[in-house]
């Protein structure tokens, strides 16, 4: 199982990003596929999930309204639009298998992680 992330880096308040994740094919058929992050001193949250059964997600209320997780089957890449960014959502995001149902949680397997850094 691999996931491969990139898109990470250095915005302003207010700016955006767009993070990439290409799971292998086996992967991507039978998992959801998500991203967490991890700021410094602070416990890893989960941000977003896309399940590939029903195309169903899943957002943390710190980031409903502002990103946006969705796929493309013929890249088999998963995508998360970051909007309207913050100083508090900096931080290491990490690309995932995940499920979800009241809350989001990861299932097993981690990309690498990419810096985002909101900052002026």
């Known amino acids: 199982v691999q996931l491969q992330a990139s898109g990470g880096g250095l915005v302003q308040p207010g700016g955006f990003l767009r993070l990439s994740c290409a799971p292998s094919?086996?992967?991507?058929?039978?998992?959801?596929i998500g991203w967490f992050r991890q700021a410094p001193g602070k416990e890893r949250e989960g941000v977003s999930c896309?399940?590939?059964?029903?195309?169903?997600?899943y957002y943390a209320d710190s980031v409903k309204g502002r990103f946006t997780i969705s796929r493309n089957n013929a890249k088999n890449t998963v995508y998360l639009r970051m909007n309207s960014l913050k100083p508090e959502d900096t931080a290491v995001y990490y690309c995932?298998?995940?499920?979800?149902?009241?809350?989001?949680?990861?299932?097993?397997?981690w990309g690498q992680g990419t810096q985002v850094t909101v900052s002026s």
């Open positions: 094919q086996f992967t991507w058929h039978y998992y959801g």
């Open positions: 896309i399940m590939s059964s029903d195309g169903s997600t």
């Open positions: 995932a298998t995940c499920d979800f149902g009241d809350t989001l949680y990861p299932t097993g397997y």
